[in-house]
């Protein structure tokens, strides 16, 4: 690692210990194991720090933290093989500031039990709508793939939570806190609509309601809740 980069490390010391606190409450509810998942923050224009390839996420430290540019050089570091994914949200979202991506199981298994489905099947759970507008599942790309950026460019910016099929979910935010929230949503709303396939199945909201919570979220904005 060069000395500018050690340098800016330390000027965001107090982003990369936020990214790592993020990082172990992603691993304490069991969306993060191994090696898995990334978390990268936009600095400023054109830097843009990330978490490590190949290192548990709930074992980080500052100095682990890689820096790449918008354009997709390495500055510094080891960064995550999937950071085409942040770099595309980063590219078509001007108010993108973090990126969260874990391995919620929940979540997960709904886009391999139903690859029909387009979206997490919002018109049965109200908090979905009024707190992300729809849940989409994104086609799947293989891990540390082109394409796993170019899958996302279709739903963006748009969406700020998504399932990736047979893989994960991502969410991004203004802020760290909105992208970590966007996560857990995206868990709870998926592990709520499991519990009720297996006591009986789905039913779903009258379409005036439907209809009437989606007007809420306008008036909300486009912030995950």
């Given amino acids: 690692m060069t000395t500018d980069t050690s340098s800016t490390l330390t000027r965001y010391r107090h982003i990369c210990e936020d990214i790592i606190t993020v990082a172990r409450r992603l691993h304490q509810k069991n969306m993060l194991a191994a090696a898995d998942g990334n978390i990268s923050w936009r600095v400023n224009e054109n830097e843009i720090l990330i978490t490590p390839s190949g290192v548990s996420k709930a074992f980080m430290q500052p100095e682990d933290m890689a820096l790449i540019s918008l354009d997709g050089r390495v500055l510094g570091g080891q960064p995550s093989s999937e950071r085409q994914m942040h770099l595309e949200i980063y590219r078509q979202c001007h108010q993108a500031k973090a990126v969260v991506h874990a391995h919620p199981p929940t979540a997960i298994a709904w886009s391999i039990a139903r690859p029909d489905l387009t979206c997490l099947p919002s018109h049965a759970l109200s908090e979905v709508i009024l707190s992300c507008g729809d849940i989409p599942f994104v086609p799947y790309a293989r891990p540390g793939s082109q394409a796993m950026g170019k899958n996302l460019s279709g739903f963006l ?55 009437a919570l989606r007007i809420l979220r306008q008036r909300i904005g486009d912030r995950l809740l």
């Avoid at 203004?174 to 868990?187: D, N, P, V, Y």
């Fill in 157 to 211: 910016p748009r969406y700020r939570a998504l399932i990736l099929a047979r893989h994960g979910a991502l969410a991004w935010g203004e802020s760290l806190e909105e992208a970590w929230k966007g996560m857990e949503r995206i868990e709870h709303s998926a592990e709520i609509l499991w519990k009720a396939v297996t006591l009986g199945g789905l039913t779903f909201l009258p379409d005036d309601e439907i209809a």
